[in-house]
């Protein structure tokens, strides 16, 4: 039996439950892991207040995010086993796939082994600001390395993520704090 934290109606935190539950083995594709540390962010409050894209299906789980030990690994998996130290990247399906809770069985494509000397804590926190700026940048705005954009504020979210996910598909982005009115200019690769 393993705590997990479900609700069964929308509303505010207090329908939030701490349950205990038996934990089914992780389907062919998945991995099933020791959740060590969760993060926290706007997107489950929303679909637990009926404000998200995706619809619950009571009772719910919740939870896009977290860092932890692999406990077991579904059948067709290659790429991770019992002791790996790793992180979700945050899945398509929040209520299938939850974190809040000791063990979670989540997809093996969206984790991702991360070095020892990064907590748990880090680990669990990261992803969805870079999903976000990915999001936003690359699959909304279709960003290619011929784009260029310059930002004055907001977004403080995804500060830290918004050049590595620019980069990544081959462009820079500048951000200017002190001067509205200078000039932005970049070089891409």
Same mark, same amino acid.
């Given at each position: $039996?393993?705590?997990?934290?479900r =609700?069964?109606?929308? *509303?505010?935190?207090?329908v939030?439950?701490?349950e205990? @539950?038996?934990? /089914?083995?992780?389907?062919?594709?998945? !991995?099933?892991i020791? !959740?060590?540390?969760?993060? @926290?962010?706007?997107?489950?409050?929303? =679909?637990?207040?009926?404000?998200? $894209?995706? &619809?619950?299906? =009571? /009772?719910?789980?919740? *939870?896009?995010?977290?860092?932890g #030990?692999?406990?077991? !690994?579904?059948?067709? #998996?290659?790429? =991770?086993?019992?002791?790996?130290?790793?992180?979700l990247i945050?899945?398509?399906?929040?209520?299938r796939?939850?974190?809040?809770?000791? @063990?979670?069985?989540? /997809?093996?494509?969206?984790? +991702?082994?991360?070095?020892?000397?990064i907590?748990?804590? &880090?680990?669990?926190a990261?992803? $969805?600001?870079? !999903?976000?700026?990915? *999001?936003?940048? #690359?699959?909304?705005?279709k960003?290619t390395?011929?784009?260029f954009?310059?930002?004055?504020?907001? @977004?403080k979210?995804?500060?830290?993520?918004r +050049?590595?996910?620019?980069?990544?598909?081959?462009?820079y982005s500048?951000?200017?704090?002190?001067? /509205?009115?200078?000039e932005?200019?970049?070089?891409?690769?």
């Amino acid at each position: $039996m393993a705590r997990i934290v479900r =609700f069964r109606e929308y *509303g505010d935190a207090s329908v939030l439950k701490i349950e205990s @539950l038996d934990i /089914p083995p992780p389907s062919a594709d998945e !991995v099933q892991i020791d !959740v060590k540390s969760i993060g @926290l962010n706007r997107a489950e409050v929303m =679909f637990r207040t009926h404000a998200y $894209m995706q &619809e619950a299906q =009571f /009772p719910s789980r919740l *939870g896009f995010e977290a860092a932890g #030990i692999v406990k077991t !690994v579904g059948t067709a #998996i290659a790429s =991770f086993k019992k002791g790996d130290v790793v992180s979700l990247i945050p899945p398509a399906d929040v209520a299938r796939w939850g974190t809040y809770g000791e @063990l979670a069985n989540v /997809p093996a494509r969206n984790l +991702v082994k991360h070095p020892r000397n990064i907590s748990f804590e &880090e680990a669990a926190a990261s992803w $969805m600001q870079y !999903v976000t700026a990915w *999001g936003a940048l #690359i699959e909304q705005a279709k960003l290619t390395a011929s784009d260029f954009r310059h930002r004055h504020s907001g @977004l403080k979210q995804c500060r830290y993520c918004r +050049v590595p996910s620019c980069k990544s598909c081959g462009r820079y982005s500048h951000r200017n704090h002190s001067d /509205p009115g200078q000039e932005a200019s970049a070089h891409g690769p």
